[in-house]
């Protein structure tokens, strides 16, 4: 069946530095690419999306990149700050397909 | 002013009995989801609907039926509970049923099934 795969499933890095959580994804129908924050014990929220025909979009310190060739998407979150801290996920659409989540811990 | 609202937050309640949660939105969206949290974070799509019809309809017991009175509300109803249904139950909405628009996720309603 289809999925999504999605890397690390945990993630520490120093507050300040670079995070990168990447999806790879097995449907070519695939159209639209969102990213998802969720806090602990809150609702999952959009952070930045991708459509199919786009390569990356940028908003302030995050970042997505898109190879629709290689079927995978990147998150890239810069000079992280705690509160960056939560659990990510990666999504595929025309079938809707969550990957497993990332949860990304940010040092002090 | 709640875009994606659900209730009961919170619901506990024995196995074999059924119970219902309800899911309002207040954004004009057509579409609307339920999803599944387990207790790994795993979120799991379970239904949707678009204007009130089913459009996608995962690998989900039979004891799960969701209903939509109209376009704003989706309701998901569970007989014969088991441990297993132990979740965080979201519901959410997106504009339409093209289903590549953000989608709007309601407070989540916490089920413990003893």
């Known amino acids: 069946g289809e999925n999504v795969e999605q890397h690390p499933s945990t993630l520490s890095v120093q507050e300040g530095d670079s995070a990168v959580i990447k999806c790879t994804y097995s449907?070519?129908?695939?159209?639209?690419f969102p990213w998802y924050k969720q806090e602990l014990g809150k609702r999952p929220q959009l952070i930045i999306d991708?459509?199919?025909?786009?390569g990356e979009k940028k908003d302030q310190r995050i970042a997505v990149t898109l190879n629709k060739t290689a079927k995978h998407f990147s998150l890239h979150i810069t000079e992280t700050q705690p509160e960056d801290s939560a659990v990510y996920f990666c999504?595929?659409?025309?079938?809707?397909?969550f990957g497993k989540g990332t949860r990304l811990h940010i040092l002090p | 002013d709640t875009a994606v609202s659900q209730t009961p937050k919170y619901l506990v309640t024995q196995m074999g009995n059924d119970k219902s949660i309800k899911c309002e939105q207040n954004?004009?969206?057509?579409?609307m989801y339920w999803y599944k949290q387990d207790s790994k974070k795993f979120l799991k799509i379970m239904f949707s609907?678009?204007?009130?019809?089913?459009?996608i309809n995962e690998t989900v017991p039979n004891r799960f039926s969701p209903k939509s009175p109209d376009k704003a509300h989706l309701n998901l109803h569970i007989n014969s509970l088991e441990l297993g249904d132990s979740a965080v139950y979201f519901c959410?909405?997106?504009?339409?049923?093209?289903?590549?628009?953000?989608?709007?996720f309601g407070p989540g309603t916490r089920l413990t099934v003893t």
């Open positions: 449907d070519s129908a695939s159209n639209y």
């Open positions: 959410a909405s997106s504009q339409d049923h093209t289903k590549s628009y953000e989608q709007y």
């Open positions: 954004l004009g969206h057509d579409t």
């Open positions: 991708i459509r199919s025909n786009v």
């Open positions: 609907y678009n204007n009130k019809e089913l459009i």
């Open positions: 999504a595929a659409h025309d079938k809707i397909i």
